[in-house]
């Protein structure tokens, strides 16, 4: 079945019993840990599952003058009604190994019946069971439907636990915990469903074929042994005593699967009556439905009914994000210039593709946007662009596993130029397979001209899309903002950083460098983003931290009239200021690596002072750096890595001064070292670039004509392979 019938099966049902499954599942959180609570109370004795029946009865013999009934639920607590030597009723408690009383049964709290009773039936009687009972049934279905979403997602069983990538909060923990928690609410479901059944008598047909039968047992011509020395009071469930000492009054014992019988002279067993199938299935459903037969198993089911109020938020959640981003189109498909197709599982690839739309039409275009499984033919198109995201391990989304189809059946009918963007996370192996697999097809069609070689964006970075537009924008001429804020969404729950320390700026010297303290909880490394928004409003400007003794050191050059530069430069020590703080993964200092060259110019320098400090491991690292003269700020930068080659956490530092008397750039360094560097990429190591997209191109078009001239791979294929890692702006 197609992933679109799952989801909107899973949807529908979560929506119809979502209110009850809130009821439900409280309740049965209250339940649970009741349940829990009474296996702390003090009536059970130790070993239990060692005493004998005949340790007991001949116990119980000796302490009272006459004995009614014994029973033991199913917290192995054991009842005794009898009569002491002193002629008062007993019901107690009691220790089935001395017979001496433990305490008094207590009925259950007012408040645990009300839940209990609201629990089973929402005190509709008959009619709240049954709405029970299809809730549970619907449960059922969630749980089954939300099963083969996930196994669609995963590409298949094998990889059922593998890697989930966090794309937003609703979203993984949806998957990660429903995962988890599917055994345990497919067990309570399926248990529901059985017991509601059961109640309305839906099994009583099989139960009249399969009467119970009363099986006379002869008794044997050898010696007879004794049921009560072979029989644990565990598999007892109760006891019923013979009125007098006649023989031919007898034991009726009811152990878990049958009633017997029971000689009260010889213990031999005089007649057995086995139980119904339904009847064994039906306990084996209550004590898995309620827990109430073992802790740990009631705080199981504790925790998956927590699980289930948040699979209600969180699947709500997500399809209200998916909903935000619905498509709206002031122009018709077939009068339309522009055609923008979209794939995307969660929404987030049609922001971007909104905004593009939205710019296109504000320059006088006729712009469609439409999913990928919309596509037909488009009389007027001069522009088809595809925006795609990747789905599980390289399939399509929901919204995109017809298009390829649809591509050979609805052919154009005039030239039309294309572009792909494809959307995905590094973190997979499939990355962007799928935005791959359409520009490879729409290359085959004969009606389709490419504009541009397919780009790629990981995990939903506006800085890496803003490059696929200034490549689109200068092919087309149509300009579109290359502001990477634009295309993002503004974040709620910002955290507070307080200022620590800032440096002066000077006639000089343009530069400062701000350290910030974060909050104890937040996780950050060199190389990550910093994210502010000093108008409090989209526009947000990204900094690439180091990590200097646990607080966050910013490089920054005061621009005049800049937004966020200026923001930054006004504070003063024991300000706070709301930022995020973003994972950049793809930047951090390899920790497998035998040798490291770091390179940068300008402010870029930042995140390699704190990879420099935090290299623990002290493996071989070299810094290049260049900058356009010597000022305080240098200066401190060749103290600080004076002390890194000291304590060993930095092997070398080279410097490059572009306006001094004796100038260098970074690349005249790298001619210089040409040896080092060719013999890094051949043995493993790794070079990182931060700075400007300017030395960023020269230093690759550099290391790539020297590799050309060495006879070695290409540096796109040291790119490739992960040996050459970039962050530029």
Sequence with gaps: MTLSFWRYTHLALALFSSLFLILASTTGIILAVDAMQEKTLPYKVENFDKITLGETLSQLKKEYSEITELTIDHNQFVTLQAIDENGNDINAYI????????????????????????????????????????????????????????????????????????????????????????????????????????????????????????????????????????TFLSDVKKIEFPFTDDPEEYYIIQLNDREIEVNQVTGAVVTEKRSAITAQLSDLSLNLHTGKTNMFWAFILALASINILFFIYSGFAITLKRRSSRIKNKFKASESKFILLTGSENGSTLRFANAILKQLIAHGEKAFIAELNSYTVFPKAQHIIVFSSTHGLGDAPSNGNKFLSLLKKYPQQQKINYSVVGFGSKAYPDFCEFAFEIDKQLANQNWAERTLDIQTVNDKSAIEFVEWIKLWSTKTGIPLSTTPSLYNHVPKGLQKLMV????????????????????????????????????????????????????????????????????????????????????????????????????????????????????????????????????????????????????????????????????????????????????????GGVIMICGSLAMQKDVETILDKLCAERKIKSIADYKDNGQLLTDCY
Excluded: C
């Excluded at 024991?574 to 497998?592: D, L, M, Q, S, Y």
């Design 95 to 230: 220790n089935p190994k001395t017979g001496k009383q433990l305490g008094i049964p207590v009925k259950k709290s007012e408040f645990i019946q009300w839940v209990t009773g609201f629990h089973r039936s929402l005190f509709l009687h008959e009619t709240g069971r049954f709405f029970v009972g299809v809730i549970s049934f619907l449960l059922l279905l969630i749980a089954i439907s939300g099963f083969a979403l996930v196994l669609n997602r995963q590409r298949g069983i094998r990889n059922f636990f593998s890697k989930v990538i966090k794309e937003y909060f609703a979203q993984y923990y949806h998957v990660v915990l429903g995962r988890l928690a599917l055994i345990p609410i497919l067990i309570i479901a399926l248990t529901g469903t059985y017991l509601s059944l059961e109640r309305f008598n839906f099994f009583m047909a099989k139960e009249k074929n399969q009467k119970e039968k009363t099986e006379i047992i002869k008794p044997s011509k050898g010696k007879t042994t004794s049921i009560f020395a072979t």
């Design 500 to 683: 620590l320390d800032k440096t002066l700026i000077s006639e000089n010297e343009q530069t400062f460098i701000l350290t910030l303290r974060a909050n104890a909880r937040a996780k950050f490394s060199s190389g990550d983003l910093l994210a502010i928004y000093p108008a409090n409003d989209t526009r947000e400007r990204l900094y690439s931290i180091g990590k200097h003794t646990g607080n966050i050191k910013l490089v920054i050059k005061l621009h005049p009239h800049g937004l966020g530069s200026e923001f930054l430069n006004n504070l003063i020590p024991g300000n706070t200021i709301k930022a995020r703080i973003i994972n950049n993964k793809a930047f951090h200092f390899p920790e497998k690596a035998r040798k490291v060259a770091l390179i940068s110019n300008g402010t870029g320098i930042a995140p390699f002072l704190g990879m420099i400090e935090q290299n623990k491991t002290k493996t071989e690292t070299h810094l290049y750096a260049g900058f356009r003269m010597e000022t305080e700020t240098v200066t401190g930068y060749k103290k600080f890595t004076s002390e890194m080659i000291e304590k060993q956490k930095l092997q070398t530092f080279h410097l490059a001064l572009s306006r001094e008397a004796e100038h260098f750039y970074v690349m005249d360094l790298i001619k210089r070292d040409t040896d080092f560097f060719i013999d890094l990429l051949q043995h």
